[in-house]
């Protein structure tokens, strides 16, 4: 899981870094910006659409 979770911060940093170098550093922050806003809505849009609905609407926890 280590590896995973070091892999998943520093290929996109690494990347990054490499398109700086040949498109600018304004460039790349608003291309991985826009990347990350639009990974953030597919995992939105696909968590509500796996979502499995209640029966008898909300359900308030017990103590």
Known sequence: MY???YSAFSV???VAGLAAQRFGLESTAVAYG????ALI???A???IMHR???EG???CPTR
């Open 3 to 5: 590896i995973v979770s």
């Open 12 to 14: 996109p940093a690494l």
């Open 34 to 37: 826009v990347l990350e806003v």
């Open 41 to 43: 809505l597919i995992a």
């Open 45 to 47: 849009v696909a968590g």
């Open 52 to 54: 499995t609905p209640r």
């Open 57 to 59: 609407g909300l359900v």
